[in-house]
T-cell receptor
Framework: DTGVSQNPRHKITKRGQNVTFRCDPISEHNRLYWYRQTLGQGPEFLTY????????KSRLLSDRFSAERPKGSFSTLEIQRTEQGDSAMYLCASSAPLVGAGSPLHFGNGTRLTVT | AQSVTQLDSQVPVFEEAPVELRCNYS??????LFWYVQYPNQGLQLLLK??????LVESINGFEAEFNKSQTSFHLRKPSVHISDTAEYFC????????????FGTGTKLQVIP
C-alpha cells in the first residue's frame, strides 16, 4: 500500500491560465473522489468516480472544472481559466470496493493551488 | 441531503485532561459516520467509524465516539489527551443505503497545552 499520490504538491498560476492536477489512487481501490478544502473549512465534495465512470459531480462545480479517470486508474482534474477564488487545497481520495458506502476514504496530501 | 455541524472550531485543552469534540448530523435516512484526523503537515486519515452494531466505537489511540440516533450526534471523546493529539478533527457522514458522497464538517482544531 503506497498510499494516494497527488502531483504537483504546489501550483502557482496566473488568473486565466489552465491547470491540471493528477491523482494516483491505491491500486486496488475502484472508487476515487476529488474534494476541495479552503482555510477554516472542511473538505468540499467535487466529484466521484467508480472505476472509469464519473457518477456524481457537485452542482457547485462550474463548467471550468473537468475530471477524468481513463481506464479506471489515475485521475486528472483540470481547471480552465482559473480565477482567484479557485485558490484552495485540492484533495484526492480513494476507497476500496465494499458493499454500501462504509469503506473509508484514503486521502492524498493534496495539491495546493494559488491563483495570482 | 445530509449535513454535518461541528460547532467548535477550536478546542484548547491541557495535557492529560479529558476532551469532547462535538458533532451533529442531519439526515433523513440511515447513515454511516466517521471521524477523520489531520495532523500538522499531513493528509487526512481515518480515526474511527460507525457502520452498524455497537453504538460505541473506539480508535487504536484511545479516542472513542458514540452514535446517538435520537440526538443525531457522534461526539468524539478521549479521557486523557497527549501533546501528540494536537490536530484538526473532521466529522463526516454518508448515506448507508448505497453510494452517496461523504459530507464533512468544518473541522475542530484540538490544541493540547503542555
Amino acid at each position: 500500500d503506497t498510499g494516494v499520490s497527488q502531483n504537483p504538491r504546489h501550483k502557482i498560476t496566473k488568473r486565466g491560465q489552465n491547470v491540471t492536477f493528477r491523482c494516483d489512487p491505491i491500486s486496488e481501490h475502484n472508487r476515487l473522489y476529488w474534494y476541495r478544502q479552503t482555510l477554516g473549512q472542511g473538505p468540499e465534495f467535487l466529484t466521484y468516480f467508480q472505476n472509469e465512470a464519473q457518477l456524481e459531480k457537485s452542482r457547485l462545480l462550474s463548467d471550468r472544472f473537468s475530471a477524468e479517470r481513463p481506464k479506471g486508474s489515475f485521475s486528472t482534474l483540470e481547471i480552465q481559466r482559473t480565477e482567484q477564488g479557485d485558490s484552495a487545497m485540492y484533495l484526492c481520495a480513494s476507497s476500496a470496493p465494499l458493499v454500501g458506502a462504509g469503506s473509508p476514504l484514503h486521502f492524498g496530501n493534496g495539491t495546493r493551488l494559488t491563483v495570482t | 441531503a445530509q449535513s454535518v455541524t461541528q460547532l467548535d472550531s477550536q478546542v484548547p485543552v491541557f495535557e492529560e485532561a479529558p476532551v469532547e469534540l462535538r458533532c451533529n448530523y442531519s439526515s433523513s435516512v440511515s447513515v454511516y459516520l466517521f471521524w477523520y484526523v489531520q495532523y500538522p503537515n499531513q493528509g487526512l486519515q481515518l480515526l474511527l467509524k460507525y457502520l452498524s452494531g455497537s453504538t460505541l466505537v473506539e480508535s487504536i489511540n484511545g479516542f472513542e465516539a458514540e452514535f446517538n440516533k435520537s440526538q443525531t450526534s457522534f461526539h468524539l471523546r478521549k479521557p486523557s489527551v497527549h501533546i501528540s493529539d494536537t490536530a484538526e478533527y473532521f466529522c463526516a457522514v454518508t448515506y448507508s443505503g448505497g453510494y452517496q458522497k461523504v459530507t464533512f464538517g468544518t473541522g475542530t482544531k484540538l490544541q493540547v497545552i503542555p
